[in-house]
C-alpha cells in the first residue's frame, strides 16, 4: 500500500478547538488515515485557545512577505493522538477574545477574509514549490468555506499539488464584498461566474468547489441533496455539473470516547449483552434532572441546537400531545431565544415530566444518550449528524427526519426490517409536526413490546460507526485524485 502525503486543512480541531461536527471529524479522521499508511498533517489557526493547549513545539517557518497578508510563522506540534500539527500563528488574526469565527458577542470578526484567506493561502503555499518544510504532500484536503481559496492560490502557483475539499455544511459559504479580491491578492480573472463569484459576491466555498479536483461531502444522501435547489443553497447548478467529480462519506465516531463499557461520564456501564447498566443509567437521569422516577414510563432525550434546522420546534408543538401518551422529555440545548424560552415553559408546566437545560454540558449529552429511552432528532436537513450514531451506539433507537446523513444512518423499524436484524431507529418523510407525532407513537408502541425492543436496541448496539471505514474510502478518493493505482 503506498503512503499518501496529505496536508489537512481546517479551521478547527478536536480537542483544541472546537464549535461544532468539523472540529470533531479533524480530530478523528487524521489519526484514522494514518492508521492505514497515510501521512496526514493538520494544518489549523494558531487561536488564542490552540497556543494554550497544544503539546511542545517549534517554529518550523516564517513567511514575512505574502502579498496583503500580515506576517506569520508555522509552528509544528504533535496531538495527542499522534498527528503532527502545523498551527498557523498570527497574532493580529488569530490571537483574540472570542471564538474562532465571532467576537464575544456573536458577530462576525470583520476580517474574517483576511483571517482565512490566509489559511488558505499559507495551505497552498505547502502544496506548491515555494513551501519552506522539508515535508511536502502530494495533496492537500481542504474543509468547508474557510479553506475555499486554497485551491485559487494552487492554481496559480508553481508546482502545486492537487486539492480536494469536504462540504460539511453547505448552508455556510463565506460569502462576501467583491473589492476582497483585490485585498487577498487573487487572480483577478478568477472573479467570473466560472471562478468565484457567486450573485455579485465573492464566495470562498464556490471558489473551493470550482477550484478542487474532487469534492467529497459527510454522507452518500447529502452529496444528491446538495444538487436540488431545495439544499443547493445557489450552488446547485455548480454542484449538479461537478456530479461526477463528488463522493459523499459518512462521517465516523469516536468510539472510545463514546463507549457505554467505558464512558466517564456514565453512572453505570453496560453493553448490549449486559443492558441491566441502561435501566441504572436513566434513573440517575432522572434524578439529576428533576424528573419522576419511573422505570416504565418512556424518556425522550433531545441534545440539540434549537434552531429551525433542527427541527426542535416541530417537537415544542406537539409536546403536550406526546405527554399524555404518556412520556417525559429531557432537552439539553441552546440557540433561538423563542424555542429556547418554549422550553423553559413546557418543563415549568410539566414538573417532573419534562425537563430542559439551556445552554451544553458535555457529561449530561453522554447521560442523555445512554439514559433515554428513544433520541429524538427531526432534522430539516442534516449533512451527516453526530447524535443519531451515538443513540444507536448506546442503544437509544432514534427518531429522525429522512435526510442527509440521517438517511444513511438510520434503518426504519419495520416488521420486515426488525425479522431480518438490520432495524435501528424510526424514520419519517415529510417535515410536518403530525408526521413527527405520528412517528414517535409507534415508537412508543413498540416500546411496550419487550421482546421486540430488546431486539431494535440490540440491533442499534452492533452497529460499526468507526471512522476506519471512512478512512478508507477518503484514501480512495486521494488515490483516485492522483491517478494511483
Same mark, same amino acid.
Given at each position: 500500500?503506498?503512503?499518501?502525503?496529505?496536508?489537512?486543512?481546517?479551521?478547527?480541531?478536536?480537542?483544541?478547538?472546537?464549535?461544532? =461536527?468539523?472540529?470533531?471529524?479533524?480530530?478523528?479522521?487524521?489519526?484514522?488515515?494514518?492508521?492505514?499508511?497515510?501521512?496526514?498533517?493538520?494544518?489549523?489557526? =494558531?487561536?488564542?485557545?490552540?497556543?494554550?493547549?497544544?503539546?511542545?513545539?517549534?517554529?518550523?517557518?516564517?513567511?514575512?512577505? @505574502?502579498?496583503?497578508? $500580515?506576517?506569520?510563522?508555522?509552528?509544528?506540534?504533535?496531538?495527542?493522538?499522534?498527528?503532527?500539527?502545523?498551527? !498557523?500563528?498570527?497574532? *493580529?488574526?488569530?490571537?483574540?477574545?472570542?471564538?474562532?469565527?465571532?467576537?464575544?458577542?456573536?458577530?462576525?470578526?470583520?476580517?474574517?477574509?483576511?483571517? +482565512?484567506?490566509?489559511?488558505?493561502? /499559507?495551505?497552498?503555499?505547502?502544496?506548491?514549490?515555494?513551501?519552506?518544510?522539508?515535508?511536502? *504532500?502530494?495533496?492537500?484536503?481542504?474543509?468547508?468555506?474557510?479553506? =475555499?481559496?486554497?485551491?485559487?492560490? @494552487?492554481?496559480?502557483?508553481?508546482?502545486?499539488?492537487?486539492?480536494?475539499?469536504?462540504?460539511?455544511?453547505?448552508?455556510?459559504?463565506?460569502?462576501?464584498? *467583491?473589492?476582497?479580491?483585490?485585498?487577498?491578492?487573487? $487572480?483577478?480573472?478568477?472573479?467570473? /461566474? %466560472?471562478?468565484?463569484? @457567486?450573485?455579485? %459576491?465573492?464566495?470562498?466555498?464556490?471558489?473551493?468547489?470550482?477550484?478542487?479536483?474532487?469534492?467529497?461531502?459527510?454522507?452518500?444522501?447529502?452529496?444528491?441533496?446538495?444538487?436540488?435547489?431545495?439544499?443547493? +443553497?445557489? #450552488?446547485? =447548478?455548480?454542484?449538479?455539473?461537478?456530479?461526477?467529480?463528488?463522493?459523499?462519506?459518512?462521517?465516523?465516531?469516536?468510539?472510545?470516547?463514546?463507549?457505554?463499557?467505558?464512558?466517564?461520564?456514565?453512572?453505570?456501564?453496560?453493553?448490549?449483552?449486559?443492558?441491566?447498566?441502561?435501566?441504572? %443509567?436513566?434513573?440517575?437521569?432522572?434524578?439529576?434532572?428533576?424528573?419522576?422516577?419511573?422505570?416504565?414510563?418512556?424518556?425522550?432525550?433531545? /441534545?440539540?441546537?434549537?434552531?429551525?434546522?433542527?427541527?426542535?420546534?416541530? @417537537? #415544542?408543538?406537539?409536546?403536550?400531545? #406526546?405527554?399524555?401518551?404518556?412520556?417525559?422529555?429531557?432537552?439539553?440545548?441552546?440557540?433561538?431565544? +423563542?424555542?429556547?424560552?418554549?422550553?423553559?415553559?413546557?418543563?415549568?408546566?410539566? *414538573?417532573?415530566?419534562?425537563?430542559?437545560?439551556?445552554?451544553?454540558?458535555?457529561?449530561?449529552?453522554?447521560?442523555?444518550?445512554?439514559?433515554?429511552?428513544?433520541?429524538?432528532?427531526?432534522?430539516?436537513?442534516?449533512?451527516?449528524?453526530?447524535?443519531?450514531?451515538?443513540?444507536?451506539?448506546?442503544?437509544?433507537?432514534?427518531?429522525?427526519?429522512?435526510?442527509?446523513?440521517?438517511?444513511?444512518?438510520?434503518?426504519?423499524?419495520?416488521?420486515?426490517?426488525?425479522?431480518?436484524?438490520?432495524?435501528?431507529?424510526?424514520?419519517?418523510?415529510?417535515?410536518?409536526?403530525?408526521?413527527?407525532?405520528?412517528?414517535?407513537?409507534?415508537?412508543?408502541? !413498540?416500546?411496550?413490546?419487550?421482546?421486540?425492543?430488546?431486539?431494535?436496541?440490540?440491533?442499534?448496539?452492533?452497529?460499526?460507526?468507526?471512522?476506519?471505514?471512512?478512512?478508507?474510502?477518503?484514501?480512495?478518493?486521494?488515490?483516485?485524485?492522483?491517478?494511483?493505482?
Amino acid at each position: 500500500m503506498p503512503e499518501i502525503k496529505v496536508l489537512f486543512v481546517t479551521s478547527e480541531v478536536a480537542p483544541l478547538i472546537k464549535t461544532g =461536527g468539523l472540529a470533531d471529524v479533524s480530530g478523528a479522521l487524521p489519526p484514522a488515515l494514518r492508521q492505514i499508511n497515510v501521512d496526514v498533517r493538520v494544518l489549523v489557526p =494558531g487561536y488564542t485557545q490552540v497556543l494554550a493547549k497544544m503539546g511542545p513545539s517549534e517554529v518550523v517557518a516564517t513567511f514575512k512577505d @505574502l502579498p496583503g497578508f $500580515p506576517p506569520s510563522r508555522l509552528i509544528f506540534s504533535i496531538m495527542k493522538s499522534g498527528v503532527p500539527l502545523l498551527v !498557523l500563528d498570527c497574532p *493580529p488574526l488569530f490571537q483574540r477574545e472570542g471564538g474562532p469565527y465571532s467576537d464575544p458577542n456573536g458577530h462576525d470578526w470583520i476580517d474574517n477574509p483576511l483571517r +482565512f484567506g490566509l489559511l488558505s493561502k /499559507v495551505a497552498a503555499v505547502l502544496g506548491s514549490d515555494e513551501s519552506p518544510l522539508s515535508w511536502r *504532500p502530494n495533496l492537500v484536503h481542504g474543509n468547508d468555506w474557510q479553506t =475555499g481559496l486554497t485551491g485559487v492560490y @494552487l492554481s496559480v502557483a508553481k508546482g502545486s499539488v492537487p486539492n480536494i475539499i469536504t462540504i460539511h455544511n453547505l448552508a455556510f459559504q463565506g460569502n462576501f464584498r *467583491p473589492q476582497k479580491v483585490q485585498l487577498l491578492h487573487l $487572480p483577478p480573472a478568477s472573479f467570473n /461566474v %466560472n471562478g468565484i463569484e @457567486l450573485y455579485g %459576491n465573492m464566495s470562498f466555498l464556490k471558489a473551493g468547489l470550482y477550484y478542487a479536483y474532487h469534492i467529497t461531502t459527510v454522507s452518500p444522501n447529502y452529496a444528491r441533496e446538495i444538487q436540488s435547489a431545495e439544499l443547493g +443553497f445557489g #450552488l446547485q =447548478g455548480l454542484l449538479h455539473a461537478r456530479r461526477d467529480d463528488i463522493t459523499g462519506i459518512l462521517n465516523g465516531i469516536d468510539t472510545q470516547e463514546w463507549d457505554p463499557e467505558s464512558d466517564k461520564h456514565l453512572h453505570s456501564h453496560f453493553s448490549a449483552s449486559r443492558m441491566a447498566g441502561k435501566a441504572h %443509567n436513566k434513573l440517575a437521569l432522572q434524578m439529576r434532572m428533576g424528573l419522576d422516577s419511573d422505570a416504565g414510563i418512556p424518556l425522550l432525550g433531545i /441534545v440539540s441546537r434549537l434552531t429551525h434546522q433542527k427541527g426542535l420546534d416541530l @417537537l #415544542l408543538e406537539i409536546a403536550p400531545r #406526546l405527554l399524555e401518551m404518556p412520556v417525559q422529555l429531557v432537552i439539553l440545548g441552546s440557540g433561538e431565544a +423563542f424555542m429556547q424560552q418554549a422550553a423553559r415553559e413546557l418543563a415549568l408546566r410539566y *414538573p417532573g415530566r419534562v425537563a430542559a437545560m439551556i445552554g451544553f454540558d458535555e457529561g449530561l449529552s453522554h447521560q442523555i444518550e445512554a439514559g433515554a429511552d428513544l433520541f429524538i432528532m427531526p432534522s430539516r436537513f442534516e449533512p451527516c449528524g453526530l447524535n443519531q450514531f451515538y443513540s444507536q451506539r448506546y442503544g437509544t433507537p432514534p427518531v429522525v427526519h429522512n435526510t442527509g446523513g440521517l438517511a444513511d444512518s438510520v434503518v426504519d423499524c419495520t416488521p420486515e426490517t426488525l425479522k431480518n436484524g438490520t432495524a435501528s431507529g424510526f424514520v419519517f418523510s415529510g417535515m410536518t409536526a403530525n408526521n413527527l407525532f405520528f412517528t414517535i407513537k409507534r415508537a412508543i408502541d !413498540l416500546y411496550h413490546d419487550q421482546r421486540k425492543w430488546k431486539a431494535l436496541r440490540k440491533n442499534c448496539m452492533s452497529k460499526d460507526f468507526s471512522w476506519e471505514t471512512s478512512a478508507r474510502a477518503y484514501r480512495r478518493v486521494y488515490m483516485k485524485v492522483l491517478g494511483w493505482k
